[in-house]
Structures are given as structure tokens and as C-alpha cells.
């Protein structure tokens, strides 16, 4: 039978927003301010936001909605529904066990987890905590500039039962995160880094590796922090090339998926299919990297439309209503996935804060999905969409 609202959600909170709210009250000042900020004038995180009101869902009635399928399939995988978990870094400064709970919450609730190079926890430990290989999970890479330290990495992620790796392209040098330089982010001592083989006990008594980086304020000191940061191999590699990069990660592993994350342009998404990637996720990093870029779900246009199926699109960025997947979803979008929100769910209420996450947006997409007429994913289309006419009263189909 059907779970009703009630069953799922037998407490508050109700909206992402609500989970939002309550984690503020219950993070560190630094903690919050490095989650929740975006880069500079914070310009590309609100349009992220912003541009989801601007879409208009046109609605079919009459159409039997008895049954709703928002079962979405992924380099073969089904997925219960198509939002799934993007990576975020340090994830147990948040909250229980880290990335342990968001990879338990995502296994429940039959969904996809990518989990990033520089989390808390073990890529092994994450999917013996998935309840092994079948979880079907993503890894994220940054690329290092110690070559055989990331070839070592792949290999590892590998052999856990990793299924894709989930190439972060926009982050060639960090994003002016004005929050972070003002309160510093500490990794308090029992906590590392155990994918990037960062085992510096003194780290905890050390400035983060962001914040030197960030804090530099003239061209001196930021290379010495960063000659001092290559030597022990924790810079991502900023010279980074479609000819080179892809090319060299797929001689480094012979069964996973590589996945480009952060295109924001048709031209770059062209690029990575011509160049071999398997798929695409159109991100802004959550608008932390560039500021004064488009949001998400404009760029999503462009690249739907450049790519032409040939590889699944997925996008993340500002999504906190189960109407914005939908809207991502008619925009041509296979998956899309979320950052932040998981994040406060996890600060709520460990794994059960997570899955009430998901199970939320799970929620609302069904319920937008009926009261639009789709039955299943493939029902819903651009046409279903509208924008405000610029030249009248009135919306403009899409
Ligand atoms: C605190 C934080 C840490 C992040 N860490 C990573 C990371 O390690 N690797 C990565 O590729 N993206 C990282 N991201 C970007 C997310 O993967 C994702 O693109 C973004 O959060 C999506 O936007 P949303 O938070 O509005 O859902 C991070 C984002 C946040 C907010
Ligand atoms: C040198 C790059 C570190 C990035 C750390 C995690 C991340 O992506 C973020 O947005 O923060």
C-alpha cells in the first residue's frame, strides 16, 4: 500500500526550508557558515533558487493518476525515485556519523549517493554502510596535482564497488568564499580525511587548507601556500584539459563510469561528450565556485539541448521542492540531485534526518507529478512548462 503524508511525516519538520531553519540553530557558527555560503556577492546561489519561481508548471488534468512511477534508471541502475545525493565535504562536522548516515539514508531510501574526495569517512567504510557494492554509489574525484596519489585513489574507489566517477571540473582554484575567510573552518583532531591520505596529526592546530588559501591577499603568499600544498599533494590539479584529463582517467579504471560535474555551457557539454564522458551534471557548486554565473536550470537548457540524449544530464543547484525536480525533469534533465538539503537533514536527525529529506521531496515530486497529469518520469515534458511573456499579459509555452 501507499505510504500517506501522515505515515511518512508523523513529526515536524514538513519543508526543506523547515530542516533549514532548524539547522542553523544546531551547527557552529563556522560550520554553518561554511555550508551555507555561497561565493562573494552570493549573486549565483539565489538565481539558482530564483530561477525555479520563474518557471510556470502548465498542468494536464483528467488523466488518470491513479498511479505514480517515479522510478528513474541510471547507467542501468533503477533508482526509487530521480534525486539523489551530490558530494559534499566533511559531512561529519554536520552531524552522527557522516557520511555513514547519508550513505544509510540513501541505501533506504533506493537512491544515489556520491560521496566526495575529501569526506570523513572511508570510501570503503561508506559502502560497507551502504550494505556493500549493490548500493550502487558514485565517487567524486579532485584531481590532484600528485598524479599517482589520484591514480592510487581510482584503484582504491574501484575496488570498494564504486560504479562511476564524478569529476569535479569547476573547481580549478576555490571559489572567493567570504564567509570562510572570516570564520575559519577547523577539522577538530579525531576527524581526517581518509580518502585524500592526508594523516597530518598537527592538522587540527593548522589553519585549513582553504582558508590559507582563501586569506592570501597578495600573489606571494598565495604561492607559497600553494607550493607548500602541492608538496603534500592536497591542491587539485588546476590545469586540468578536456584533451588530457578524461582521457587519462579512463586508463585508470576499467569499470567505472566517468562523469563530468560542473559544465555550465553547451560548449563544455559538447566537449565532454565528444571527449567520452558517460554523463553530465550541470552545477554551479551550489554557487560557491564562480560567482555571477547562471543558475542551474538555465544553464540545464542549453546543455539538454546541445547533448541530445546522448548521455543521461543530471543537475543540481538550489533544488528544495519536489516541483523543481519536476521542473528540472521537463527541462530534459534524467536525475537531479541536492547538496545543502541532505546536509540539514543530517544535521536534524543523523540517517532519520536524511531520509525524512528524500522522503519530502520524494513526496512532493509524486504529488506535483499528479496534479500535472504524468504518470511517470517519461510524461513529463518541456511543454509543461511556461515562463511570464516579456511582451503582454500572459505565458510563454517553453
Ligand atoms: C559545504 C559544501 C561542500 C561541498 N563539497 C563538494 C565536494 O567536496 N565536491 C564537489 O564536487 N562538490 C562539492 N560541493 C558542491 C555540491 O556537490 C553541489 O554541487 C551543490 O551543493 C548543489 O547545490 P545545493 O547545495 O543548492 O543543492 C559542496 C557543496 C557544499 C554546500
Ligand atoms: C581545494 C578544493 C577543496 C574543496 C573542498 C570541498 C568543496 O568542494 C567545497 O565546496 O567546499
Redesign the pocket.
Known sequence: MAKTDLEVHDDKPLTIAEFEAIAKTKLKQQVWD?YVSGAEDQISIQRNREAFTRLIIRPRVFRDVTKIDTAATLFGKEYAFPVGIS????QKLVGGDGELDVARAATGRKTLMIL?T?ATCSCEDVIDAAGGPDAHFWFQL?VSQNREKSARLIRRVEAAGYKALAV?VD?PV??N?IN?RKTQLILPAPLSLPNMEDTDPDRSKKPS??RE?LQATNRQEADRVQEAARERG???DPSLTWNETIPWIRKQTSTMKVVVKGVMTAEDALLAVEGGADAIVVSN??G??LDGVSSTVEALVEVVDAVKGRVPVLVDGGITRGSDVFKCLALGADFCLVGRPALWGLAYDGRRGVEMVLDILERELSRTMALSGARNLQEIQRGMLGVERRDGFGIAKL
Open positions: 561554511y558530494p559534499s565535504a566533511y566526495s575529501n579532485y569535479t573547481t576555490l571559489g568564499r570562510e587548507l582553504n588559501l592536497l591542491l587539485n557548486h551550489g560557491r565556485q
